[in-house]
Each structure stands twice: as C-alpha cells, then as structure tokens.
C-alpha cells in the first residue's frame, strides 16, 4: 500500500500487528506487501500496474504476482 492511500495508516497498523504476531508464535509469513514494494522501488513495475485506481485492491497482473510469489515460497518450502 502506498501512503496516498486513505487506507495506508489502517493497512500499514495491521500489517505491523502480523508482523510480530507470526513472529511471536512462529508462524511462517509472506510480505507480499514487502514483495509489491520491492518491484515497485526497484522499477519493474509501475504502481499503477499492480493496484487498481483505490490503491487497495490488486490489477489483474497484482494479482497473477501475487498467487506466483504465493506458490512459489510454497513450493520451495515443501521441496526443503
């Protein structure tokens, strides 16, 4: 999320709050917020390609990254 979202203090809170809760109890995480920002900053890709207009909710490409990056840790885990 970005912060000229409405919603970024909201978003940003609870994503702390995860954070430390899987920390605490050891619960694997995956930062996709992390990730969205990564290739964002890095300029693989625009903002605009990967949130729809309320910088909330994912654009179809968001989302096709989203399930890979998802899969991918998955996977990778279940291969160790």
């Known amino acids: 999320l970005y912060p000229d979202s409405r919603f970024y203090e909201d978003f940003s809170s609870a994503n702390d709050y995860i954070k430390k809760s899987a920390q605490k109890t050891s619960v694997p995480l995956i930062d996709i917020d992390a990730y969205f920002s990564e290739l ?21 490409l968001g989302y096709q990254l989203l399930g890979e990056r998802v899969s991918d840790i998955i996977f990778n885990d279940i291969e160790k």
């Open 40 to 60: 964002v900053s890095s300029g693989i890709y625009e903002r605009d390609e990967l949130f729809s207009q309320d910088l909330v909710h994912l654009t179809p």
